[in-house]
């Protein structure tokens, strides 16, 4: 078949298309992040069930299982809506290269099976498995929610650092998908990374609503055992994050510096070249910045001296939107730190004095550390993605070369962003019912006349 | 011969979707009309949307799956499908969106006051879905997808005659099967009159859909001649005649009251259809391109029939296990029917401090690999050394106890404070 079928079209929305599917995008993973972590957080609150005895682990792991099956729900539509898109959207794209990547998503959709499968045997199964077995059904959910993204990120690895492939007439042949997606280098720092961001997004969010309970003065058993767990997986997670980030950062210098230099505003190949934190790119240089000399080289190569490559090395038309890139960049690394210091903070209280922080302004930088950690995560991948521009496959194929011939995308984007924007309050109104759910109603199952009488969180619930 | 195994897959995750799918998307059909029977409106709408919750979401999945083979063996095909019927597939794609959703929410909502609103939202999507996805299917089985980035009528590739008859016919297959199903779910909750109520409701979605499959062809004959010559000759009537036993069967079972063989050729009948479509259409995938000429390298099918071979090992057990405790009634919600068992605790040994260090080597080492070298296995030390620092720390942070912490510093009055607040209020 030829591929000139699939000859560039003339999209006058491109544009609008990478909106789209950024919204999309930054709608879903969040979802993911929940995907990766909560799993893994509700099973070891079950877990210290199992093991201690002690009930009210066996409702907060019930509790928090039931708000994970519930965003689990809306990460399977969202999700749909993302394979749709690269279709509806991409179709010059999924042409060309569906053989050579395409391997990863069949793989992914049997982990979505897998966990979809297990989440509802885990969530419908509380009362009716034995404990034992119960809590085996919750582990495939956990390896699932790793390879799922595990799979999809691969994908994104290729994106950035194609390989397995020839091209002939525009379209790829002689794929080998196995090279392409896991014979990549480049992909395992993107995976690791995102992997990590998913325990601090899921663990800074969770422990966000504890943190004001806390605040108002609920500071029972359950509150402190719930807060414990989110907290120390978030804490843990935004402590190794920036060595992560380091070797993000030099994977990127050595693969894509083109990339790198947008992401610093650095149009001409320099040594010993300054980081500029803050202020704006001009086309030249970046001014109202604070200038650290010779940071960027040692940050990129580990060496103050080492040079490092500008924007002028690529043709005006290959270099992506500096200042998005550079922004979301700053964004996503000052976020980082913070939350690396919320995280050191938690960390040094509780094993130093073996115990939870005391300071209400710790709990009040942990409720504005959730929705940060989201900004983060979405910066970071606008980082990464429209860092990639303009290739949709990294010095293969222009996003242009992708886009779909047909007509009514600002319908469509329209449509989006309003079911979107339904979607997010519903998610928001879901999550607060959640919370208003008085804690014994959530467990009918707990025998009457057991120790576990969490009083004063039930009382203060019931007070409320 | 292996260009033929990835189309092989796609039927058979387009007949599971079809069935198992189509019967979740049938409840909302029912939720929308749930009147008629001697059981309240109120009661009928309850049933169908419980009777889908543990499984709606796995039985979504086969869509996924479906997709994913697709563009992965077919890259040219999917790519003209999705550009040219952009407008029925972005539909289906705001009709899931709002369907998980509204399910999702609706879950939470037993008392508020906008369940209706949010039910309705849901059974809507429930209709729209399934005849957005039918069209599609007109539309690629009458020949209207051109190879090519958006080559066909935006419009008229899937708003004609064959796409509006699948699309319908996709609507009342589903609510045929969801009623066959409901009423076998009815009867395992022991509830006779809503048991009764979906019995009668599937012996006349069964008619309708019966005679929808035999009219449509009526449809097919003057829209679609190529469809309709290939649909009544050969393998492809050899598929119409098993529909339309496997429909006549279940109609007797209804009638008879047996939902066990009932609830098997419901699904035999639907995907035959499903069957006799690719029949017809072997092997031409679009107009002028085969399976063969549409099908990728050899590397990227055997690396994709691996795939799902590997993958379908771990799949089939998953799903025997899912179905068989959802149809012995073990995910239903409702009361409990195990007591909860008292597990007996053990305290755990309190390894606190050689944990602690071991923690700190391993973060100390991973950060030295992970920042000062650079090559590939100082990267998988590093990590797998991060890895035990994360699992270690955790452990030891998220297990330590209050007391532990009040007794090693002795303080007391901290949490005394904490108490005292809470029994203030």
Sequence with gaps: MSGSAFAPVDQYYLLQARQMQALSFAVHIPLVCFGIAFPLMVLFAEWRYLQSGDLLFRTLARRWSKVMLALFAVG???????????????????????????????????????????????????????????????????????????FVISVNGWMNNPGGFALENGVAVDANPWAALFGNS???????????????????????????????????????????????????????????????????????????????????????????LLGWYNGQTVVYGLEIPGLLSLLAFHNLNATVQGLETAPPTDRPPVNVVRLAFQTMAGIGTLLALIGFAFLYVRFRKGRLPHSRWFYRAVIVAGPLSLIALIAGWVTTEVGRQPWVVYGFMRTSEAVTGAGGLPIGYATLVVVYLGLACAVVWLLLRFRRLPLDRSDSSLPSGSEFTPSPAAEAFRAR | MLADVPIILILVGLAAYTVLAGADFGAGFWILFPAGGRTSPAVTRDHARHAIGPVWEANHVWLIFVLVVCWTA?????????????????????????RGAS??????????????????IFALSSVLTPFALGTVVGAIASGRVPVGNARGDLVTSWLNPTSVLIGALAVATSSYLAAVYLAADARRLVDRTLGFDFRARALWAGIVAG????????????????????????????????????????????????????????????????????????????PGLTIGQAAAGRATLTA???????????????????????????????????????????KLADRSRPLLGFALVCLVVGTGLMVFADSGWTRVVGITCLCAFAVSAFMLSATMSDAQGNERRGNRPEYAKFSGQEEQR
């Excluded at chain 1, 898109?85 to 290269?97: D, Q």
């Excluded at chain 1, 966990?115 to 009716?128: L, M, P, S, T």
């Excluded at chain 2, 009219?215 to 492809?236: I, M, Q």
Aim: charged share 10%; hydrophobic share 55%.
């Design chain 1, 186 to 276: 480049y992909f395992w720092h993107e995976f690791v990374h995102m992997y990590v961001a998913g325990y601090m997004v899921a663990g800074f969010c969770v422990g966000g609503v504890y943190a004001w309970d806390f605040l108002r003065g609920h500071r029972g058993r359950y509150e402190r055992a719930a807060l414990a767990i989110a907290l120390s997986a978030a804490a843990i997670a935004s402590v190794l994050q920036p060595v992560i980030g380091d070797w993000a950062a030099r994977e990127v210098a050595k693969k894509q510096p083109i990339k790198l230099a947008a992401m610093e505003g650095l149009a001409q190949t320099t040594s010993r070249a300054p980081e500029h």
């Design chain 2, 304 to 346: 994709l029939v691996l795939a799902v071979a590997v993958g379908a090992i771990v799949l089939v057990p998953s799903l025997v296990l899912l179905f068989s405790l959802f149809l012995r009634g073990r995910l239903d919600a409702g009361p409990v029917a195990a007591p909860i068992i008292d597990v007996p605790g053990t």
């Design chain 2, 211 to 286: 005679a929808l499959a035999l009219g449509g062809l009526v449809v097919v004959r003057s829209d679609a001649r190529l469809l309709f010559e290939e649909l009544t000759t050969g393998g492809g009537l050899a598929m119409v005649g098993l529909s339309a036993a496997a429909g006549l069967a279940t109609l007797a079972s209804v009638w008879a009251g047996r939902l066990g063989p009932a609830r098997v050729s419901a699904a035999l009948a639907v995907a035959a259809i499903v069957g006799g479509w690719s029949v017809a259409q072997h092997p031409r995938l679009l």
């Design chain 1, 76 to 150: 399977v539509v969202t999700g749909t809506i993302l394979s749709f898109e690269l279709g509806l959207l991409w179709p010059g794209f999924m042409a060309a290269f569906g053989n050579v990547f395409g391997l990863a998503f069949a793989l992914e959709g049997f982990s979505f099976f897998v966990e979809a499968i297990f989440i509802a045997i885990y969530v419908y199964g509380w009362d009716r498995l034995p404990p034992r077995r119960h809590f085996l059904s919750g582990i495939p959910v956990v390896i699932a929610g790793v390879t799922g993204s595990l």
């Design chain 2, 74 to 98: 077919y890259p040219v095909a999917f790519g003209s499908i999705m550009s040219t019927l952009s407008v029925p597939l972005f539909v289906a794609a705001i009709g899931i969106i709002l």
């Design chain 2, 103 to 120: 399910y999702a929410l609706r879950g939470q909502l037993d008392s508020a006051p906008q369940r209706r609103l949010i039910e309705n």
